[in-house]
């Protein structure tokens, strides 16, 4: 059977929580999810899987389209975003229109969210819910057996127009038993990233599942349970990237430093292998400490990202995110000294924060003085604690998001958490914070010194560009 996976283009969308002033990390990710699954497809069945990454081959639909007409693929397995739905439903009927016959399969977080309201999508054959390697194999290799697929955790379809949802997977405890993500099946020198300066970089994740308790976290599909990859299973990924030339990883763990014991086995071995590559993180402030900066820095991780998000300690337990302001500058100022770059995620209009507090955040973010700063504005996400906080008590009015997940119009937009400000005041303020911080002309002269090639000052500068003539 003809498989092929597909990451829709990316034309509308859809409320995105920050205005696009600074893209900080820019460029073009590898889809991840489908190449895990496309490898696990390609280790466990007969079937012949190809990857259409349409973003970053900067496809429209006409070409599509045409790609559909040459393939005739079988199946036709879509990743699905809430933000992206109105393009995966373009995707689907670009795909019907080209080849009826092809069955069409959705996942991700989305699907995940609103089964009943994805499987009722025009065009929409089945569903596979929460992590996809396992349950959309058995899928492929079951297809035509419904008995079968109805005594299979995480699928959703309809036999005979009734809905059939065999209800969630157990999660994928050991993540060493997936084979690594095909990356051969992308092209996979055209993904980038502003802050990789030109070098061939790629995305990885070692560990999947958030223990924190943010009211905002909007990723209910890989559970709370922290499940990480042996240090071993990371390192052998690692060196088959380094045969494909690649050198760059970004690591997209939510908190890559949670197992202290792992993090000293990979940096060891990076060291002890003496690896000419560099890498970067994501994590938080109270997950790190001196050693762990000065042997993370010794393995060349250059970067680390930390979510800091608000500059009182009076907000960060609105927003029960665990850590202090207290904690957040010793850390900074230690990473800073081990010459380890970072780039800090702030947010503004929390739950009941004032105009005095979000100043406060943003003379946070210049004092800590990180390489690169994110800010955002707050948006209950569907699935999020304080959304469906906001539902009970009455401060949302109404169930936008399934709203949405129903009857998805291309002009839709959620709102922001919109208690002290206006929509038109959250994005005043996120244009302050943004040209408070990058508009500086210390700021500006401390990055012309760093820039490494006119390839590397060019992207810089198109990005700066972007926050003077903000509007």
């Not at 109105?86 to 991700?108: F, R, W, Y």
């Not at 030109?198 to 905002?216: D, E, H, N, Q, Y």
Request: with cysteine.
């Amino acid at each position: 059977m003809k498989v092929l996976l597909i990451n829709p283009p990316n034309h509308y969308m859809t409320s995105a929580n920050t205005p696009d002033f600074v893209d900080t990390e820019g460029g073009y990710n590898p889809p991840l999810g489908l190449l895990y699954v496309a490898a696990y497809l390609q280790n466990n069945s007969d079937h012949q899987v190809e990857i259409l990454d349409a973003l970053v081959e900067e496809m429209d639909y006409g070409q599509i389209e045409a790609l559909i007409r040459q393939k005739q693929p079988d199946v036709v397995g879509i990743t699905t975003l809430t933000f992206t739905l109105i393009d995966v439903i373009d995707t689907i009927k670009t795909v019907k229109k080209a080849h009826s016959q092809a069955k069409i399969v959705l996942g991700g977080p989305h699907v995940h969210l609103f089964p009943q309201e994805t499987i009722n999508l025009p065009g929409v054959d089945f569903l596979v819910l929460g992590e996809g390697e396992k349950t959309f194999c058995y899928l492929m290799n079951n297809i035509d057996n419904l008995e079968a697929l109805k005594r299979f955790k995480g699928l959703v379809f309809k036999e005979n127009g009734a809905l059939i949802n065999t209800g969630e997977a157990a999660f994928i405890e050991n993540l060493d038993e997936l084979p690594y993500p095909a990356r051969l099946l992308t092209s996979y020198k055209k993904y980038s990233s502003l802050m990789a300066g030109g070098a061939l970089i790629t995305t990885m994740i070692t560990s999947r599942g958030c223990p924190f308790k943010c009211v905002f976290c909007d990723r209910p599909h890989l559970g709370k349970s922290f499940r990480a990859r042996s240090a071993q299973n990371v390192l052998q990924e690692m060196e088959e990237c380094m045969k494909m030339g690649i050198k760059e990883f970004l690591v997209y763990d939510d908190t890559f430093t949670l197992d202290r014991k792992r993090v000293f086995a990979i940096c060891q071995a990076i060291i002890d292998r003496k690896w000419d590559i560099s890498w970067d993180i994501r994590t938080r402030v109270n997950t790190v400490d001196e050693e762990m900066l000065d042997i993370l820095k010794r393995a060349h991780c250059k970067r680390i990202s930390y979510g800091i998000e608000a500059g009182t300690d009076r907000v960060l337990g609105v927003l029960k995110k665990g850590i202090t302001i207290e904690q957040t500058k010793k850390v900074i100022k230690m990473t800073k000294k081990k010459k380890i770059d970072v780039l800090a995620y702030f947010m503004i209009g929390s739950p009941s924060e004032t105009k005095e507090e979000i100043m406060q955040t943003i003379a946070l973010a210049q004092e800590l003085e990180p390489d690169y700063v994110h800010f955002s504005i707050l948006t209950p996400f569907p699935g999020t604690h304080i959304y469906k906080e906001g539902l009970q008590n009455g401060f949302i009015a109404k169930d936008y998001w399934r709203e949405f997940a129903q009857n998805p119009t291309p002009d839709f937009s959620a709102p922001f958490w919109e208690e002290n400000f206006s929509h038109d005041e959250l994005f005043e303020l996120i244009k302050l914070a943004y040209k408070s911080f990058y508009v500086r002309p210390a700021y500006i002269i401390r990055k012309l010194f760093q820039v490494k090639s006119f390839a590397e000052f060019s992207r810089k500068a198109k990005a700066g560009l972007k926050v003077v003539f903000m509007r």
